[in-house]
């Protein structure tokens, strides 16, 4: 939900794989927003180009985020002009910033709504919800989450005769210049931005979203979105995870993203009270799983500190479109939920990878 917030951590220590034809690339790769018009073509995990478009969306966005908090404009005047450079001098790469995107008809989203709200009336009972009221309790059980997805793994051994594994994870090349790359891994940086389906993909990205789509109204749980990608990767619990967090979290810039068709066939993982403001599904199964994704490879300790740092930077963003109680908003937060998932998704994903092969 607040991607500037972590650009703006990043850029703090940040002072071609698909490519059309030479000529277009050397004139726009340069461009701070050609990270949004690339996509990776093949799955690699380390390219010193591919780097160096990724540091430029950094420092590009950390400006943005300096601007916003400065209630100025002016940023979005000069990403339009940046954007219309690339459409202008690479039009090989301007299909991909405007993806297509399947979205659910009125009619569709009306039924929806009532599968919700029939799914969530025990739920909205026992939590004695009033109007908008934050519930702090998280709906995510830690110690259940991760027995449920161990147990996926032990399923997938069993029935395949043979152990899961980690592949190696995505990583800045040697020769690119990154202070504090220990801390500032290339898959933070990308999951900051939200862009690892465009530069970090795996060939069973299509087919996973596929199958998403394809399923009924909120019915798929994180067990069984974990069980489907695992399979798909052929036991490799990096590429599940990491293909889980492309598919979730690609379109998260869009105004209407819980109206993707995608989107639908999510549960609610979030303990949410009925008010003005619509449950964000799309946001807690991406926030669930791109933290799970960094606790995964690089430890639940690092993961929940960032989750902190996120929740954190996403109150100080908040507070500049509230009119009262700033303080009372800057301590305790609007979307407690999210903050929760945000704590624990880490913890979870570095309990179920711990002690798994490596094959790297």
């Known amino acids: 939900m607040h991607k500037k917030t972590q650009a703006l951590i990043l850029s703090f220590t940040i002072s071609f794989s698909c490519l059309a034809n030479s000529s277009e690339f050397e004139k726009c790769y340069k461009n701070p927003m050609f990270g949004y018009f690339f996509r990776q073509k093949n799955y690699t995990v380390e390219n010193k180009k591919e780097d160096l478009i990724l540091k430029n969306l950094v420092r590009d966005n950390a400006k943005s985020l300096i601007d916003h908090l400065r209630k100025s404009n002016d940023y979005l005047t000069?990403?339009?002009?940046?954007?219309?450079?690339?459409?202008?001098?690479?039009?090989?790469?301007?299909?991909?910033?405007?993806?297509?995107r399947e979205y659910l008809v009125d009619e569709q989203v009306d039924k929806l709504n009532q599968c919700r709200?029939?799914?969530?009336?025990?739920?909205?009972?026992?939590?004695?919800?009033?109007?908008?009221?934050?519930?702090?309790?998280?709906?995510?059980?830690?110690?259940?989450?991760t027995s449920d997805l161990k147990e996926v793994i032990e399923s997938y051994e069993r029935k395949h005769s043979?152990?899961?594994?980690l592949s190696s994870p995505h990583q800045w090349s040697n020769a690119t210049r990154m202070p504090a790359k220990r801390f500032n891994t290339k898959l933070l940086t990308?999951?900051?931005?939200?862009?690892?389906?465009?530069?970090?993909?795996?060939?069973?990205d299509n087919e996973l979203r596929k199958w998403i789509e394809d399923q009924s109204f909120s019915s798929i749980t994180p067990k069984d979105l974990f069980k489907h990608s695992?399979?798909?990767?052929?036991?490799?619990?990096y590429k599940a995870l990491l293909s889980i967090e492309n598919v979730l979290s690609e379109f998260w810039k869009d105004k209407n993203r819980e109206k993707l068709k995608a989107t639908a066939s999510l549960s609610s993982i979030t303990n949410f009270c009925p008010g003005e403001k619509p449950e964000d599904v799309f946001g807690s199964w991406y926030h669930l799983f791109g933290?799970?994704?960094?606790?995964?490879?690089?430890?639940?300790?690092?993961?929940?500190?960032v989750g902190r740092i996120e929740s954190f930077g996403g109150r100080i963003l908040d507070m500049r479109s509230m009119k009262r109680k700033k303080l009372i908003h800057l301590l305790i937060g609007s979307d407690p939920q999210e903050e929760k998932i945000n704590r624990i998704g880490g913890i979870i994903g570095n309990n179920i990878c711990k002690g798994l092969p490596k094959n790297f």
């Open 291 to 305: 933290v799970m994704l960094l606790g995964c490879v690089e430890g639940g300790i690092k993961a929940n500190l």
């Open 162 to 165: 043979k152990g899961v594994f």
């Open 117 to 145: 709200d029939e799914l969530s009336l025990d739920r909205i009972s026992n939590l004695k919800c009033k109007t908008d009221k934050a519930i702090r309790k998280s709906f995510i059980k830690k110690d259940q989450l």
């Open 190 to 204: 990308a999951l900051a931005m939200g862009v690892t389906n465009r530069f970090m993909m795996t060939p069973n």
């Open 78 to 100: 000069i990403e339009d002009q940046q954007i219309a450079e690339i459409k202008k001098s690479c039009p090989s790469y301007s299909a991909v910033y405007l993806d297509e």
């Open 230 to 237: 695992l399979e798909l990767s052929g036991g490799d619990v």
